[in-house]
């Protein structure tokens, strides 16, 4: 027992002895790290990235084709969503609000009312 209260009482004198110097040390090496941090933070960050194609799997084949926007807007003209009661046309400023997880898409007017869905008139 001795022999540990000697160590103990040489670490709390080091520290009286040299108490701004420690306390300076801990001070500069938690702001590097922080500093670290921010600057890594910035560096690493990319922009976002843009998909302007979509991957439609056609399951009779198994083969992947690409399809641009414009296709996919001649092959499905109607969007809602999941959550709503209004389909709108996909080129409406308010489809361009829902959410991406909860659109569905319809090839027809009819095809949408069929499913329960109205038309919005504020797409016209």
Avoid: Q
Avoid at 9 to 17: E, L
Avoid at 94 to 120: C, D, M, Q, R
Wanted: glycine share 4%.
């Amino acid at each position: 027992m001795p022999h540990r209260f000697e160590i103990l009482t040489k670490i709390i004198i080091f520290v009286k002895k040299y108490f701004w110097l420690v306390s300076c040390a801990f001070l500069i090496i938690i702001l590097s790290f922080s500093l670290g941090i921010i600057i890594g933070a910035n560096i690493l960050s990319r922009p976002p990235m843009i998909i302007e194609k979509e991957l439609v799997l056609d399951l009779e084949t198994g083969l992947a084709e690409v399809k641009t926007k414009s296709e996919s807007l001649e092959e499905f003209p109607y969007v809602a969503s999941s959550r709503g009661k209004y389909y709108y046309p996909v080129d409406c400023s308010l489809a361009n609000t829902l959410k991406e997880e909860n659109k569905i898409y319809f090839k027809s007017k009819e095809e949408a009312e069929a499913n329960g869905y109205v038309y919005n008139t504020r797409c016209d």
